[in-house]
């Protein structure tokens, strides 16, 4: 079992920046690849950035390429996603998810741990 908990969420203006945290408990958190997906109201739960379990390995969605940064520090058990020139489209709960393998796939059905998510409000 491994238990994740996302904080950092928060409301800022279009063109700000936030960095969300995921600490992650309970199993090996180096044994795992690591993701954070969105959800904004009425639309489905999507894929934004993964990592693989040693971190050499990241990947990004179209829509957040080049504004948001992914990293781990496994000593820490904590993946970060660092946010910048950040959109009202933006606006949405960002979860952090675990998959037990190498890479960090985008289908959200192949992770095995989710957090409960945190908000992030981008106001125009």
């Known amino acids: 079992q491994v238990q994740l908990v996302e904080s950092g969420g928060g409301l800022v203006q279009a063109g700000g920046s936030l960095r969300l945290s995921c600490a992650a408990s309970g199993r090996t958190f180096s044994n795992y690849a690591m993701a954070w997906f969105r959800q904004a109201p009425g639309k489905e739960r999507e894929f934004v950035a993964g990592?693989?379990?040693?971190?050499?390995?990241?990947y990004y969605a179209d829509s957040v390429k080049g504004r948001f940064t992914i990293s781990r520090d496994n000593p820490k058990n904590t993946v970060y996603l660092q946010m910048s020139s950040l959109k009202p489209e933006d606006t949405a709960v960002y979860y952090c998810a675990a998959e037990r393998g190498v890479v960090a796939p985008i289908d959200l059905g192949k992770y095995d741990y989710w957090g409960q998510g945190t908000q992030v409000t981008v106001s125009s």
């Open positions: 990592i693989s379990w040693g971190g050499g390995g990241k």
